[in-house]
């Protein structure tokens, strides 16, 4: 069976010259065209691809929050952002409201295609930059959370009063402490986290 692809891209040299392609291939065809996200967001759901092709700066509205609204109701679609941007809040924000696939637009058509099958197959396709993006920042990720784990109960404690806005002198009376030790306990924190100030610290403690 052939694989059915929805084109969402508002270029329309770029839109028409990808449904070319795809309709020359002999194991996949282009279901349906769409320009914009308005007119995308109200056919799409009475469809049923296998894959959607979804530039995200549309110029009605974000290709993302066109898959946010459509994600539960297309279970069996897989969504490929297929876009200019390589920035990591675009990366994500896509990944997280259900994209499977990330492809940058200076890609070669082959390059595409490939993605296509891939994702039909169970895949989860990416531009080379994409992927080493999204492994650098859960490599990160892993060591920040590998220094909160190096922290001691107490420091952990008093950190958590800091996420929660509580001033030194709050946490000294909350924990029945002198604000000297206060300090010194932020201080090793502050060490053990490679940190300079509370807002560092703060922002590694909110990814646990």
């Known amino acids: 069976m052939k694989i059915s692809v929805v084109i969402v891209e508002d270029d329309v040299n770029y839109n028409n010259a990808l449904k070319k392609i795809i309709d020359f291939q002999k194991d996949m065809f282009c279901e349906a065209q769409f320009f914009n996200g308005k007119e995308a967001r ?5 469809l049923s691809p296998d894959v959607i092709l979804m530039d995200i700066q549309l110029q009605d ?37 259900g994209a499977t696939g990330y492809l940058i637009k200076g890609e070669s058509m082959e390059k595409i295609l490939q993605s296509i ?43 958590e009063l800091l996420a929660q806005g509580f001033l030194y002198k709050e946490i000294a009376d909350k924990k ?25 610290a703060v922002n590694k403690f909110n990814l646990k």
């Open 42 to 46: 109200r056919e799409l759901k009475n």
């Open 61 to 97: 509205r974000s290709g993302i929050s066109i898959i946010e609204d459509l994600k539960n109701s297309m279970p069996n679609s897989q969504f490929i952002m297929c876009t200019s941007f390589e920035d990591d809040e675009k990366i994500f924000s896509s990944l997280r409201a």
């Open 117 to 159: 099958r891939e994702i039909n197959s169970g895949g989860a396709p990416m531009s080379f930059s994409i992927a080493k993006r999204v492994l650098q920042h859960f490599q990160k990720k892993n060591i920040e959370l590998t220094e909160l784990n190096n922290l001691t109960k107490s420091e952990t404690e008093i950190l």
């Open 176 to 200: 029945c402490i002198s604000i000297d030790t206060v300090k010194k306990h932020i201080s090793n924190m502050y060490r053990k986290l490679q940190v300079n100030n509370k807002v560092e």
